[in-house]
């Protein structure tokens, strides 16, 4: 556990407003410092009211005053190496503060140090090269380590492991800083130590000190004082009397101590070696080898050398060694392997101990030259057996297996005892015939099928293969089925097997929703004598498909007729009307259902759960609601592609049952004023209107012009004519027509309805109504009227409505008797051609 060191908050001075306070740094959150308040003498109880706040240049706010006590704590540790680095000393400035009055005073704030940082070196290893030649007494400089730590708490003195050779001794600068330095005890060789491992520390002076070690490697450097040292005084070898060129003979070693060219070696013959074996053999001068340079001619049966070793420095070193070489007489007649008798192919049934081959083994060579061994691979389940002299027998020595080897190559291996050995191989192909020893093998004791329901008849199901490892006949496997009952019906009305593939095959669709699984076993058998044969069982799984969509179990429909359900009148928000109950027979996703409204008479009234189902209100009933509405709910599940059924509820507002349920053909909603096929309608019966108005408008315009030019109105409309298209106008009192309407009734019929808009010319152009009083004109007198007076605003079967305009409506508002107005209307085609008119005063009425 840390061991935190205590706050000594000592005052050093207050006067001139400013107080110091002395800190060691990493002093736990919390701690006290001092009291502020009296330090300063300011009553603690103002320092809310006055507004006080501590200003300071630093990032961080390292303490905290209480407002209430004037208690200075520590709000946040201290770290001096990282707030001052290197720095003597470690100051913290604070300005408090103080308002009505202003006031401003000064806090000094000295961190103090502890021991806690460690010695540490720039590298974590130090290597220095010492020549072994060096005297006792030579110096070389070691690294510094740096503590942030200041004063004691820093590095104050280094240590080194022992060691026989090397010690420490520390020197000082011109600053009078301390340095350490490794010193030379003893002389140095690298032959018997090349290298020292040493360990610097450097150690604090804090309480409890706090140190660090680093690594120093000597290494000492080579000079050339040892000559190479051959491995054997003595070498001795043995070659064939007829080696070739480049027979190795023998590898000689020398070692030396040195290292670099120092330490490199290289051989050759000593001048005192004669020049006929100097041309016989020859040495390489790195490796060593001697190796056969020419023909062995020679009569010796030992020949004896001198190879000599000699380093690479400056003043070569040397030394020699004998090199013995015994010359040996040549084996040169391998021994001779003759098969006598061979019985291939052999069954596999074959006991131990049955011959297969007779051998004879010969070596022309004499004496232990000529004696042979034969010996034929461990591994086989044959050997061989001795018979008469130079004969060997070839038997069966374990169990054959023709399904794991069919046939061995047996190498016979034939060794003559001579010097060196010669050795002949000879090799025999023994083939194994097969016996109806194994039964068909499955790989796996079950297979599981999965198949989709619907299948087409006939369909690939599986396909069973099994393996027997006999040959011909013996592994010819066939399949069959083994006679089961699946769900009551024999297993052979639902599947086939194929009897020479194993295929299975389906001979019926399957129903997922009346069988969902089943097993039988299929039977592999060989045609081996006597037949074997083996089972496996075949697990068919049936997946679902989507082929049954969701059955409605409520609300149902009896005889065609919508389910209704009676909701209160003014039922409130969330009102429950009814709950859409499905069940789908599919399994998994395609049982999973959901619920959408797919028509409603009103949108806002009523919402649908697409999970439960629940059908409730969305707002409280209106007293202007519909009494009947009726919703369509669709029924959906999740298969691909999904299947949905749909369901009609009707739904009638009312507080009590009523005895007899209204029809719900109709839903009750007003029926759209407007849709896609009445817009196109009155578009298109617009369009055409206008272009017939048009028409109408220019044949009047024709007709117009035409009459003009004419010179008399008869043009207009012939005499003959006039009689058929005259009418009578009777005035009617103005509490039946409006006062700018006349009744027209006629003799004539016409053909169609049309909306007319024609002015009517009355009487000829010469004649006027007088602008005075209309009603001096006599009774029975005929009034002609110039200017158009009347429009024609509807014409019926036999029936027109016209307008009087301008002064006609004038004169016969002014009369107070009826009169009868005359118009003849010329119609061909149930088109309007000419009107002509006048008004006749017949008399009063």
């Known amino acids: 556990m840390r061991v935190y060191l205590m706050v000594f908050c000592l005052i050093c001075c207050t006067a001139n407003g400013q107080v110091v306070y002395s800190i060691a740094e990493e002093t736990e959150r919390g701690a006290s410092v001092g009291n502020i308040a009296k330090d300063l003498g300011i009553d603690a109880a103002t320092l809310s009211a006055r507004k006080f706040r501590m200003i300071t240049g630093s990032s961080k706010q390292y303490f905290n005053i209480n407002a209430s006590t004037g208690a200075l704590t520590i709000n946040e540790p201290i770290d001096r190496e990282q707030l001052c680095e290197l720095k003597s000393a470690c100051l913290l400035n604070y300005e408090l503060v103080l308002e009505n009055p202003l006031e401003l005073y000064r806090m000094e704030f000295k961190v103090l140090d502890i021991n806690d940082n460690s010695p540490s070196f720039p590298l974590s290893e130090y290597h220095i090269n010492v020549p072994e030649f060096l005297s006792p007494g030579a110096r070389f400089t070691l690294p510094n380590a740096r503590d942030l730590d200041e004063g004691t708490n820093s590095v104050q003195n280094y240590t080194l492991s022992p060691d026989e050779h090397f010690h420490l001794e520390m020197q000082a600068r011109g600053d009078g800083s301390k340095y350490p330095e490794l010193v030379l ?26 140190s660090s070690d680093v690594p120093v490697i000597v290494t000492v450097l080579d000079t050339n004082d040892n000559a190479p040292e051959f491995e054997h005084s003595v070498y001795r070898a043995s070659i064939l009397e007829n080696s070739p060129s480049g027979t190795l003979v023998v590898q000689v070693h020398a070692t030396d101590l040195d290292e670099g060219p120092n330490g490199e070696v290289r051989y050759s013959f000593s001048n005192t070696t004669s020049a006929d074996l100097q041309r016989m053999f020859s040495i390489h001068p790195h490796t060593g080898e001697v190796t056969v340079n020419g023909i062995l001619a020679v009569q010796r049966p030992l020949l004896e050398m001198l190879i000599e070793a000699r380093d690479n420095g400056a003043f070569g070193m040397s030394s020699t060694a ?41 070596d022309k060579d004499p004496g232990e030259n000529g004696k042979v061994t034969c010996q034929i691979p461990d591994n086989l389940p044959f050997q061989l057996k001795p ?25 016979i291996t034939a060794t003559d005892l001579g010097s060196p050995p010669i050795t002949t191989q000879k090799t025999l192909w023994v083939q194994i015939s097969d016996v109806n020893d194994n039964p068909p093998v499955f790989s796996n004791d079950t297979f599981d099928v999965f198949v989709e329901e619907n299948n087409p008849l006939g369909a690939f199901l599986y396909q069973v293969s099994a393996y027997d490892p006999d040959m011909g006949e013996n592994g010819r496997v066939s399949y069959m089925l083994r006679n089961s009952t699946v769900a009551g019906s024999a297993l052979a009305s639902l599947l086939s097997v194929s009897l020479a593939n194993g295929s299975i095959y389906a001979k019926r669709a399957f129903d997922f929703e009346q069988l969902r699984s089943f097993h039988f076993q299929v039977e592999a058998k060989d045609n081996g004598s006597p037949a074997l044969s083996a089972a496996i069982t075949v697990n068919v799984y049936i997946s679902d498909q989507n082929d049954n969509a969701p059955a409605i179990l409520y609300p149902t429909s009896q005889n065609g007729s919508i389910a209704v359900e009676v909701v209160p009148r003014l039922a409130d928000e969330d009102y429950l009307v009814t709950k859409i109950v499905a069940d789908d027979e599919d399994n998994a996703e395609n049982a999973w259902l959901s619920y959408h409204l797919a028509h409603s008479s009103d949108q806002t009234l009523f919402r649908l759960a697409p999970h439960s189902g629940e059908l409730r209100t969305t707002r409280s009933m209106r007293s202007t609601d519909f009494l009947k509405h009726k919703v369509v709910v669709v029924v959906q599940d999740h298969g691909d592609p999904p299947l949905s059924s749909t369901v009609t509820v009707g739904i009638l507002l009312a507080d009590t049952l009523p005895q007899a349920l209204p029809d719900f053909d109709d839903s009750g909603e007003p029926p759209p004023l407007l849709n896609a096929t009445n817009i196109y309608l009155i578009v298109s019966l617009a369009c055409v209107s206008c272009i017939f108005a048009v028409f109408l408008l220019f044949l009047a315009i024709v007709r117009l012009c035409h009459c003009r030019t004419c010179c008399c109105c008869s043009c207009c409309c012939p005499a003959d004519e006039y009689e058929k298209y005259c009418y009578s106008v009777h005035m009617l009192p103005s509490s039946h027509l409006p006062p700018d309407m006349l009744e027209v009734t006629g003799v004539g019929k016409l053909t169609h309805t049309y909306l007319y808009r024609a002015s009517v010319g009355l009487g000829p152009s010469n004649s006027s109504i007088p602008n005075g009083d209309a009603g001096n004109i006599p009774s029975g007198s005929r009034l002609q009227v110039s200017g158009p007076c009347i429009q024609v605003q509807q014409v019926q079967s036999d029936r027109l409505s016209a307008v009087l305009v301008d002064n006609l409506k004038r004169i016969l508002n002014e009369k107070n008797h009826a009169e009868t107005l005359q118009v003849c209307l010329v119609v061909k085609d149930n088109v309007l051609i000419s009107t002509r008119g006048e008004i006749d005063f017949i008399g009063y009425i």
């Open 185 to 210: 005890k003893k002389a140095l060789d690298r032959e018997q130590q090349a290298t020292h491992r040493l360990v610097l520390t450097a150690k604090d002076g804090g309480d409890p000190p706090k």
């Open 322 to 362: 004998k090199l013995l070489v015994e010359i040996t007489d040549v084996n040169n007649h391998g021994p001779e392997v003759t098969i006598t008798s061979l019985s291939s192919p052999i069954p596999e049934d074959a006991v131990p101990g049955t011959v297969i081959a007779l051998l004879s083994v010969t």
């Open 387 to 411: 018979s008469l002299e130079s004969y060997y027998s070839l038997v069966t020595s374990g169990l054959l297996d023709r399904e794991l080897i069919s046939g061995y190559n047996i190498t």
